[in-house]
T-cell receptor, first 111, second 114 residues
Framework: QKEVEQNSGPLSVPEGAIASLNCTYS??????FFWYRQYSGKSPELIMS????GDKEDGRFTAQLNKASQYVSLLIRDSQPSDSATYLC???????????FGSGTQLTVLP | EAGVAQSPRYKIIEKRQSVAFWCNPI?????LYWYQQILGQGPKLLIQ????????DSQLPKDRFSAERLKGVDSTLKIQPAKLEDSAVYLC????????????FGPGTRLTVT
């Protein structure tokens, strides 16, 4: 069974700090990695995709991928209260066509 | 560009009744997905279509769930008969291609089975 693991949290950071969210996956052949943000009562919203080792930056968000260690992380710089949400990690395994989602990490940014 | 459309947004039914959900994907997206999301969990794939063909339905409870995408555009997901444990949010998503492509979600349908 291909698995995606996330710390469920809650993770609390003060406003302006860096929030670090981590995700590990079980299938070494995984090729595509995604971070989604989900506000309470809303549907998941894609915020980052990453396909190769290293860092990918988009505004205040940085995704980091390390395939050798089988982890992917999301850094949110200058965290704002509006970033308070559940962050879902999703992995597209190489041997299957479906995305497998983690259970999400709940982030709270304190004003 | 219009996003993924779903209806209804909310549905309350009694157990053993039937229910149907509708989804219209982003224009030009060949792949359509139905997910079930139970509170506190990540979305779980129920079925994946490429155009009007089924790519993966391994996690669809086929004794009660069915889905179709007849003309390769919009899709319906049906539950008959519903059970209490079917209470969840049903999410539709679409993407340009089958594997590795970014998926975009609709607003979802919140189903409550009483």
């Amino acid at each position: 069974q291909k698995e995606v693991e996330q710390n469920s949290g809650p993770l609390s950071v003060p406003e302006g700090a860096i929030a670090s969210l981590n995700c590990t996956y079980s299938d070494r052949v995984s090729q595509s990695f995604f971070w989604y943000r989900q506000y309470s009562g809303k549907s998941p919203e894609l915020i980052m995709s990453i396909y190769s080792n290293g860092d990918k930056e988009d505004g205040r968000f940085t995704a980091q991928l390390n395939k050798a260690s089988q982890y992917v992380s999301l850094l949110i710089r200058d965290s704002q209260p509006s970033d308070s949400a559940t962050y879902l990690c999703a992995v597209n395994h190489g041997s299957a066509r479906q995305l497998t989602f983690g259970s999400g990490t709940q982030l709270t940014v304190l004003p | 560009e219009a996003g993924v459309a779903q209806s209804p947004r909310y549905k309350i039914i009694e157990k053993r009744q039937s229910v149907a959900f509708w989804c219209n994907p982003i224009s030009g997206h060949a792949t359509l997905y139905w997910y079930q999301q139970i509170l506190g969990q990540g979305p779980k794939l129920l079925i994946q279509f490429q155009n009007n063909g089924v790519v993966d339905d391994s996690q669809l409870p086929k004794d009660r769930f069915s889905a179709e995408r007849l003309k390769g555009v919009d899709s319906t997901l049906k539950i008959q008969p519903a059970k209490l444990e079917d209470s969840a949010v049903y999410l539709c998503a679409s993407s340009l291609g089958v594997s590795g492509y970014e998926q975009y979600f609709g607003p979802g349908t919140r189903l409550t089975v009483t």
